[in-house]
């Protein structure tokens, strides 16, 4: 008997999640076209035509494994295979307790690892619409920014209404333009993190008075004026510094710039009220991100405001902050728990526009989807990844699981970032006599019983 060649799989979308996709399906055996629109057609947000492109910030966030839900998805992700990982931790920078990359040494291995498989076929050029009835399996990995014919395409197929956000960019600074005398190097409570050394952030300090003159400049700047259509509301973990300053006078004090774990050494006696971090961007050490900056402020404003930090005074800027437009699907309304579309079968989604948030969630649910649709043009059996995992509780989330049969609770769905609520409980006894477990900075036992039993389960499902 003559085996018949398998045809191709195709994933449309060249970010992390399609990037996954394909390298999923091919290192099972599958052939993969991977269509990918850069640079034919660019998006809003993106500057290159590579593979990856982090768009966004250059940090994947913690990589605690231990402790963190994130750093947990790291290592689950690592442990199945994951090209992302493997080229983040290849092109890793010194980032505390997170995992940041230089972006574009990243983004070239990417493209490059994709572009040697065998299996893998690139082609460029936008899908303007609905694939082609002829080609059988699809995963559509497009992400926030997915061209409007094939946006409108997929609104018409699922007969729904397309949820949307805004995701605001941060700026980015020159680092001989950063004043050394005012600034100092350290991490938050001096934790090393992967590739670091525990002083790998600059700390911008501010006085009251400091932070106060700097909260009236972002409430007082001109915002870009959104239009009707485009009235959305923003994805909490991603708020424009502006609108979290408009929220309460302390709101970024107790967010971006909070000043705990954190000591002035030219001022060791006088804490800071509070602090801009900055992190490195890439691997010369010649660009910093403002952490926790991304903005909707016009770019006219953003220089003179951004320079009242101290040691920024006369900083120059590599990039200004923005906008961009994102959307996502009402994923546990229209999709499968294998990521098919209920309404047209033959599309699988993957990535941000299925509705996580994040670059290692968006990555995540490409790897799945790469691997199911592998495991049904193999004829396998489809599993997924065990409730007790990081990969379960965010495939969980997207499809439903958690959510019932509740319409109202449907008609809420929001992007979501990995975190310890969305994973099973689990129950610990107290010691006899301790009222608290843990002191100021001693691990939560509860979350170390959580990222214990998700590895244990993940390792049969790998």
Sequence with gaps: MTDVPLSPLHVIGGGLAG???????????VPVILHEMRPEKSSPAHVTDGLAELVCSNSFRSDDRERN?????????????????R???????????????????????????????????????????????DWGDVVIATGPLT???LAKAIQQVTGEEALAFFDAIAPIVHADSIDRDVVWAQSR?????????????????????????????????????????????YFDGCLPIEEMASRGR???????????????PRRPDTPPYAVVQLRQDNALGTLWNMVGFQTKMKYRGQTEIFRLIPGLEQAEFARLGGLHHNTFLNSPKVLRPNLKLKAEPRLRFAGQITGVEGYVESTAIGLLAGRFAADERLCREIVPPPV??????????????????????????????????????????????????RGKDKADPKKMAITARALAALADWV
Excluded at 69 to 84: K, N, T, W, Y
Aim: proline letters at 8%.
């Design 388 to 437: 007790e995992t990081a990969l379960g509780a965010l495939i969980g989330h997207i499809t439903g699981g958690h959510l019932g049969d509740d319409s109202v609770k449907l008609r809420s769905f929001q992007p979501m970032n990995v975190n310890f609520g969305l994973f099973p409980p689990v129950t610990l006894t107290k010691p006899e006599g301790v009222k608290r477990w």
């Design 189 to 233: 409570y001096d934790k090393p993190g992967p590739s670091g050394t525990g002083a790998d952030y600059l700390n911008c300090p501010m006085d009251e008075a400091q932070y106060a003159r700097f909260v009236d400049a972002l409430l007082e700047a001109e915002k870009h004026e959104f239009h009707q259509w485009e009235n959305v509301p």
């Design 250 to 264: 302390e709101t970024l004090r107790f967010g971006p710039m909070k000043p705990v774990g954190l000591t002035n």
């Design 87 to 133: 080229m983040a931790d290849k092109h890793a920078l010194p980032a505390g307790g997170a995992l940041a990359v230089d972006r574009n040494g990243f983004s070239e291995a990417v493209t490059q690892a994709i572009a040697a498989h065998p299996l893998i076929t690139l082609e460029r050029g936008e899908v303007a619409g609905l694939p082609p009835a």
């Design 147 to 149: 061209s409007e014919p």
């Design 69 to 85: 839900a994130v750093g947990l998805l790291h290592e689950e992700l690592r442990r199945a295979g994951s090209l992302i990982m």
């Design 19 to 29: 990037s996954e996709a394909a390298w999923q399906a091919a290192e099972r055996g």
